[in-house]
Nanobody, 122 residues
């Protein structure tokens, strides 16, 4: 089974920056897309940004112009650079590896990380 591990969360003041990292490891043949989702306090999980293997990206409107997602296909790693952070960005951020296929297997599946807390507060 492929595993996904996030790092880089923490606490920051409004207007500050953080960089999240996520690495997938295991018997990986291909990962179609890697993305970041978040669950704000008391709310459901929502898309933040996703990047496909061809480099195409999609962002939530609330983070456009402030967050940048990037991916290193060779390392099966995805990054989320978060600038101009706002209190409403406070959430648990989850990394998701989408449509993961393993060497020697015909099927694919999605794989989630355990989440990392981001708190934006003065």
């Amino acid at each position: 089974q492929v595993q996904v591990v996030e790092s880089g969360g923490g606490s920051v003041q409004p207007g500050g920056s953080l960089r999240l990292s996520c690495a997938a490891s295991g018997n990986i043949f291909r990962i179609y897309a890697m993305g970041w989702y978040r669950r704000p306090p008391g709310k459901g999980r929502e898309l933040v940004a996703v990047v496909a293997s061809d480099g195409s990206t999609n962002y939530a409107d609330s983070v456009k112009g402030r967050f940048t997602i990037s991916r290193d296909n060779a390392k099966n790693t995805v990054y989320l650079q978060m600038n101009s952070l706002k209190p409403e960005d406070t959430a648990v951020y989850y990394c998701k590896a989408e449509r993961v296929s393993e060497l020697g297997l015909a099927s694919w599946y999605d794989c989630w990380g355990q989440g990392t807390q981001v708190t934006v507060s003065s």
